[in-house]
């Protein structure tokens, strides 16, 4: 759980300080940021053998701004793709909502949230020397409580579900013991910024230039 702006709020408040043209107070002529913010993250390996194993992960964040803010800083928000999130997509390709960048580029500036949800369920075996494998489904997405500028991108409880991105695929890992080399392939199979069709469902009609993602990284996934 983490908090910010609350104790310059009240100093500000109590000291019937000046606001911007935005309402807001300001420290050092800059208009100071106040939200609250939590995360939960689980994660759970069940051995299914001596050389195999199913690992499953979710993790839930939440920033809500108030009092001097209407959005979270930019370095809080939330992301979804990449390596460690929803792997047929690339690291902030993903959201928020159904949200699509402009021409199909990804928009770093949009693709970002202040709700994430991120579900995972991996199999992991052994297979010869230092290597290892992996098949996965990943799932999730991000939003936002307020009305910000992408559209589609605001959190509905009546339609979010139908907003969460799916993707699955296979994985290689290379265990030094000291450290891990991951490479992951993976391919989108509900893809929330196509409305409708094939485009939505590609995991009926696959495409590699168009759903797949690789994927280099240090370290599992979780």
Same mark, same amino acid.
Request: proline fraction near 4%.
């Given at each position: 759980?983490?908090?910010?702006? @609350? =104790?310059?709020?009240?100093? /500000?408040?109590?000291?019937?300080?000046?606001?911007?043209?935005?309402?807001?107070?300001?420290?050092?002529?800059?208009? +100071?940021?106040?939200? #609250?913010?939590?995360?939960?993250?689980?994660?759970? @390996?069940?051995?299914?053998?001596?050389?195999?194993?199913?690992?499953?992960?979710? #993790? =839930?964040?939440? #920033?809500? &701004?108030?009092?001097?803010?209407?959005m979270i800083p930019y370095e809080?928000?939330?992301?979804?793709?990449? #390596?460690?999130?929803?792997?047929?997509?690339?690291?902030?390709?993903l959201g928020p909502g159904s949200? /699509?960048? %402009?021409?199909?580029?990804?928009?770093?500036? @949009?693709?970002?949230? *202040?709700?994430?949800?991120?579900?995972?369920?991996?199999?992991?075996?052994?297979?010869?020397?230092?290597?290892?494998?992996?098949?996965?489904?990943?799932?999730?997405?991000?939003? *936002?409580?307020?009305?910000?500028?992408?559209?589609?991108?605001?959190?509905?409880? /009546?339609?979010?579900?139908?907003?969460?991105?799916?993707?699955?695929?296979?994985?290689?890992?290379?265990?030094?013991?000291?450290?891990?080399?991951?490479?992951?392939?993976? %391919?989108?199979?509900?893809?929330?910024?196509? &409305?409708?069709?094939?485009?939505?469902? &590609?995991i009926i009609c696959p495409k590699?230039?168009?759903?797949?993602? +690789?994927?280099?990284?240090?370290?599992?996934?979780?």
């Amino acid at each position: 759980i983490e908090t910010a702006g @609350n =104790l310059l709020n009240l100093t /500000k408040n109590l000291l019937d300080a000046h606001r911007n043209k935005d309402g807001q107070y300001e420290l050092f002529g800059i208009a +100071f940021s106040q939200y #609250a913010k939590a995360d939960i993250d689980f994660v759970k @390996n069940h051995p299914v053998n001596e050389s195999s194993s199913i690992a499953f992960h979710a #993790a =839930l964040g939440v #920033a809500i &701004p108030y009092g001097n803010s209407t959005m979270i800083p930019y370095e809080k928000r939330y992301f979804s793709g990449g #390596a460690n999130s929803v792997r047929g997509w690339s690291v902030r390709e993903l959201g928020p909502g159904s949200y /699509k960048g %402009m021409d199909g580029q990804i928009d770093f500036i @949009n693709q970002t949230g *202040n709700v994430k949800l991120d579900l995972s369920i991996e199999y992991r075996t052994y297979l010869f020397w230092k290597f290892y494998g992996a098949a996965f489904i990943d799932a999730g997405n991000i939003w *936002n409580t307020r009305n910000y500028s992408q559209s589609g991108g605001q959190f509905k409880l /009546k339609t979010f579900y139908k907003e969460i991105a799916v993707a699955y695929g296979l994985g290689l890992r290379l265990n030094f013991d000291y450290f891990i080399l991951r490479f992951d392939g993976g %391919m989108k199979a509900i893809n929330p910024s196509e &409305p409708t069709g094939r485009k939505h469902y &590609p995991i009926i009609c696959p495409k590699l230039g168009r759903d797949f993602t +690789f994927h280099f990284a240090v370290g599992l996934p979780f």
